[in-house]
């Protein structure tokens, strides 16, 4: 076999064999395919797509290129869920413990944030002391032990993804619907959970800003996850504006931390509610959604998922005072509240302005590896629907430097539509997808 040919015949729009695409994978992974044919055939894919049955062994040659967990022995259902990213996304802060304290087990790989999309992991590490590295050994003991564990993805989880994925982010490849779930779901295979819930957001503050790419995304992935044999579900949600009030890491934790107390926005504690759901659902512990539901809301009210949330942080190192009393987490320096420009009714809030600009007051990475500063960031006190009047707080900001300060005020006020008469904000959940 050669590469050249294989490029050839998905230049030309031929389906590729299961052996061809795993030549392919594996070379690369392997360092005997170089970077240039690859990326020739990344963009050939790109331009000329793949079948589905293309995209299913591209997605296990992924997931062959590494190690593969399994939790055979765990009597428990584990259950995974995964974000397609979006801006003020902290839903598996309140989610995960949620779900396994209704004795569904949790074991999770996340990422950070990059570009305008935060991370679970840096909000996570916001609590002094919380381990984000913990070994393939550490994992399973942990979930073994209290049924809940979120760490960063295991190096020797999918290396395929790895360097696929950063010859995609510099070869313009990184937009296709085969590459994009093939790298999703084999992560997610490799990692082992039998039930996987996909969090697809779609708007302006998504990878996927209309609701036919979201949906065509989504059931994709269903399909490959549930040919591989697992139960999985997809929810499209909305990301036109944020999810929450909080856009940061320190805060939001705190707001996380709030709705597991009960309180938390309306709109944030739904989606919890939504995604919690659905993987009760795929884990088969209950009757139906509103089984599930009950089950789940009466966790949250009787702080039996907060009990949760600190043995998981606890068990990982993180300082309970911080989660105990959030007020002590990392501060800014400068805390500024911006009045509403006007009297009327808020009719868009831009999810993918509000991300970046909390990404240059130094919440998020403009690249990989940059630092990030835990404490910055946004609180939204009015999103679309509200009215406000002119001269009540419209946001606070949460600065360390003056400068960005004032560049972060004309961004945020820009980022707000206007009206006169009543809006309706878009429904948070569109659609859910696959019977799992
Ligand atoms: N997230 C991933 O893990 N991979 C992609 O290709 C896109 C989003």
Redesign the pocket.
Known sequence: MRAADIIARKRDGIALSAEEIDFMVQGYTQDTIPDYQVAAWLMAIVLRGMERQETIDLTMAMVRSGERLEWQNIDASVVDK?S??GVGDKTTLVVAPLVAAAGVYVGKMS?RGLGFTGGTLDKLESIPGFRADLSVEAFRAQLERIGIVVTGQSAGLVPA?GKL?AL?DVTAT?D?LP??????MS?KIAAGANGIVLDVKVGHGA?METEDEAEELASLMVHIGTKMGRRVRAVISDMNQPLGHAVGNAVELQEAIATLHGRGPLDFREHCLTIGTQLLLVAGTVEGTSDARNELENLLDTRRAWSKFREWIEAQGGDLAFVDEPERLPSARFVRELPAPRTAYVAGLDAREIGLTSMLLGGGRAKKGDTIDHAVGVVLHAKVGARVEKGEPLLTIHADDEGKLSGAQQRLLAAYDWSDEPVEPAPLIHKVIGQG
Do not use: E, M, P
């Open positions: 995964h397609t990213g990422g993804d994925y995609r990184v296709s590459l994009i779930a093939s790298s999703i992560k990878f």
